[in-house]
């Protein structure tokens, strides 16, 4: 997987591209990571990559010219690409599109505006898939390239320790993840559950089964809507609902 940042930041993105997965990612040769300094495409003594906004308000606008010309030069360089920009504009970022990024066999390319964003003509000229993390706005487009860089990879067999992790996460099956402990067993009153500690493998399966759809219907009860259900899943769900009188705690099964 190869992924190049276009930024005016770029020690942001190196800085975490230098740490933790993403850093054994590329050791492994299974990431390569290029980041790509806006001013270094800008033709003025002052290299300036952003100007203030025709019609008038505040902010600043990335200027089209050094995008089109880091473009042309990756382009060039390597053939086709995939275009993304961080935009709140954008489609939202999901599990089931980190999973296509991860397939993706073109490079991807993130083009991170910054204060008002870019300049319109960038996404006129260029196919560019806009990408949002959520209905708020942030400061720039590193943040939610990095997080989006960051979900991908993980996909990517190789790039976690455990190679069933990825596959027993939340959202996998449109369902939120089970519980998780470790040591010590007892923590301020508060003990591991006696099955995890069991031995028992089936039974610790289960109740990691049931958790987890516990875990959805109490936190994120619109996931349901997407599952696909097993008739073990429906007896757990049915389990769970007994042990809840409160209406707000139950929901109708499918």
Same mark, same amino acid.
């Given at each position: ?9 770029? @020690? /942001?993105?190196? !800085?975490?591209?230098?740490? $933790? ?21 800008? %033709? ?5 990559? %952003? %100007? #203030? ?11 089209? =010219? ?25 489609? &939202? ?8 990024? !991860?397939? @993706? ?18 996404? #006129? ?50 369902? /939120?993840?089970?519980?998780?402990? #470790?040591?010590?067993? =007892? ?10 500690? $069991? ?15 516990? &875990? ?5 009860? %619109? ?8 008739? @073990?899943?429906? &007896?757990?769900? @049915? =389990? ?7 209406? $707000?705690? !139950?929901?109708?099964?499918?």
């Amino acid at each position: 997987m190869r992924c190049d940042v276009l930024t005016l930041f770029p @020690e /942001l993105i190196l !800085s975490v591209g230098s740490q $933790s997965m993403m850093k054994r990612a590329q050791d492994k040769g299974l990431l390569t990571l290029h980041v790509h300094n806006l001013r270094d495409y800008t %033709d003025d003594p002052h290299r300036t990559a %952003d %100007d #203030t906004p025709y019609g008038g308000g505040g902010g600043m606008v990335i200027k089209a =010219e050094p995008i089109f010309r880091a473009i042309d030069r990756i382009e060039q360089d390597l053939g086709e690409i995939r275009m993304i920009v961080p935009s709140p504009q954008g489609i &939202q970022f999901s599990h089931g599109l980190a999973r296509d990024l !991860s397939l @993706e066999t073109r490079p991807l390319m993130f083009i991170c505006g910054h204060y008002e964003g870019i300049d319109e003509r960038v996404r #006129t000229h260029f196919p560019v898939e806009e990408i949002s993390l959520g209905d708020y706005v942030l400061t720039g487009g590193e943040l939610p390239a990095l997080v989006m860089i960051d979900a991908a990879m993980r996909l990517i067999p190789g790039v976690l320790g455990d190679p069933h992790s990825a596959q027993q996460e939340s959202f996998v099956e449109s369902l /939120l993840d089970f519980p998780h402990f #470790t040591k010590p067993v =007892e923590m301020r009153g508060m003990s591991v559950p006696d099955i995890l500690m $069991s031995g028992n493998h089936e039974a610790i399966r289960r109740w990691r089964r049931k958790e987890s759809l516990r &875990q959805t219907l109490l936190k994120r009860p %619109d996931l349901l809507d997407r599952h696909t259900w097993s008739s @073990e899943d429906r &007896q757990l769900l @049915e =389990e769970i609902e007994q042990n809840y009188t409160s209406t $707000s705690c !139950s929901t109708t099964r499918p």
